[in-house]
């Protein structure tokens, strides 16, 4: 399996992006997902998760009520949609995939050991 991630760009402060994270190859079962970022010197830190049916979501405060994780399954497609966005949101975003190993369909992850696949990340840059 491999995740694509996509969406990245440069926006100004207050500004909108939407990133997406598309899996290829074997993906057949159910997976959960989630989004980590990396900002410059600061080690990798746990955006949001969704579960596999989709009905449960978690976020990082610094995230909390700016950004929403949504999927759809028929596409294979996670996506990321980041509103209200700040300065501080600056980094590269990847997207992981729990594939399989899950206690069921509402479970959802939060830590990096969680997720053993992972895409190659999408850069986010925001300026004030």
């Known amino acids: 399996v491999q995740l694509q991630a996509s969406g990245g760009g440069a926006v100004q402060a207050g500004g909108s992006l939407r990133l997406s994270c598309a899996a290829s190859g074997r993906t057949f079962g159910r997976y959960a997902a989630g989004w980590f970022r990396q900002a410059p010197g600061k080690e990798r830190e746990f955006v949001a998760g969704?579960?596999?049916?989709?009905?449960?979501?978690d976020y990082s405060d610094s995230v909390k009520g700016r950004f929403t994780i949504s999927r759809d399954n028929t596409k294979k497609t996670v996506y990321l949609q980041m509103n209200s966005l700040k300065p501080e949101d600056t980094a590269v975003y990847y997207c992981?995939?729990?594939?399989?190993?899950?206690?069921?369909?509402?479970?959802?992850?939060?830590?990096?050991?969680?997720?053993?696949?992972w895409g190659q990340g999408t850069q986010v840059t925001v300026s004030s």
């Open positions: 969704v579960s596999w049916s989709g009905d449960r979501a």
């Open positions: 992981a995939a729990r594939w399989g190993q899950i206690y069921s369909s509402s479970s959802i992850y939060s830590g990096s050991d969680d997720y053993g696949i």
